[in-house]
């Protein structure tokens, strides 16, 4: 079946770094457009970044552009996201997501566009 597991999370203090894995299995991993998500206590989930197949297309929320990075390798069906100037607003649980994707150039912005999803890692910032 269909596995995807981060890693990489854990307790920074503000303007620190992470790098969050999310290493897939059970799917042609080049074939899937990816994507960050993350969710705050009592908050509702938000997306993050996103990253075609073929890695060449991504996008970002406004609220971490020009800090975060969306990667990914195909050969070690992975795909990463480098946080840096980490803030403590960027406190969550990150899940990636993967979602079938036709075109190379396919990005994904919605929760309901991806069809499989990871079981999180905690990200904590502190001021």
């Known amino acids: 079946q269909v596995q995807l597991v981060e890693s990489g999370g854990g307790l920074v203090q503000a303007g620190g770094s992470l790098r969050l894995s999310c290493a897939a299995s059970?799917?042609?991993?080049?074939?899937?457009?990816m994507g960050w998500f993350r969710q705050a206590p009592g908050k509702e989930r938000e997306f993050v970044a996103a990253?075609?197949?073929?890695?060449?297309?991504?996008h970002y929320a406004d609220s971490v552009k020009g800090r975060f990075t969306i990667s990914r390798d195909n050969a070690k069906n992975t795909a990463y996201l480098q946080m840096n100037n980490l803030k403590p607003e960027d406190t969550a649980v990150y899940s990636c997501?993967?979602?079938?994707?036709?075109?190379?150039?396919?990005?994904?912005?919605?929760?309901?566009?991806?069809?499989?999803w990871g079981q999180g890692t905690q990200v904590t910032v502190s001021s």
């Open positions: 997501a993967a979602g079938s994707a036709v075109a190379n150039g396919y990005i994904y912005t919605t929760s309901w566009q991806y069809g499989h």
């Open positions: 059970g799917l042609t991993f080049s074939m899937y457009a």
């Open positions: 990253i075609s197949k073929n890695g060449a297309n991504t």
